[in-house]
């Protein structure tokens, strides 16, 4: 059985389905760059259409496309978001990811 490539929490599903309804988009789209001393970053930005090789997530009311590229560095990551006094932001909870020294970055194993 295949892993599943991304979980959302339910408080990431619904900041989710608020930004794309804001912005009248179908999906967000998840990438990874290289960013940081030694490795990769998380990208988010909104999708009019699927490309070819993107991987849809489908999950609790909304869709997200993960590039192709980035499939194998999100592969069983749980995809959150944190809303405080000192923060407000999605946060990735990569099993396979070590993050670097300067914790902007991080690299799979």
């Given at each position: 059985?295949?892993?599943?490539?991304?979980?959302?929490?339910?408080?990431?599903?619904?900041r989710i389905r608020q930004l794309l309804q804001h912005q009248q988009k179908p999906f967000l789209r998840l990438a990874v760059e290289a960013k940081g001393?030694?490795?990769?970053?998380?990208v988010l930005n909104y999708a009019q259409e699927k490309?070819?090789?993107?991987?849809v997530v489908?999950?609790?009311?909304?869709?997200?496309?993960?590039?192709p590229k980035a499939?194998?560095?999100?592969?069983?990551?749980?995809?959150d978001f944190v809303d405080d006094k000192l923060r407000s932001e999605f946060v990735f909870v990569n099993p396979n990811a070590t993050k670097c020294g300067?914790?902007?970055?991080?690299?799979?194993t």
């Open positions: 059985m295949r892993k599943q490539v991304l979980a959302l929490s339910d408080t990431a599903a619904a001393c030694n490795g990769l970053s998380y490309g070819k090789f993107d991987e489908e999950e609790k009311g909304v869709k997200i496309l993960v590039d499939v194998m560095h999100v592969i069983g990551t749980e995809m300067c914790g902007e970055s991080f690299t799979t």
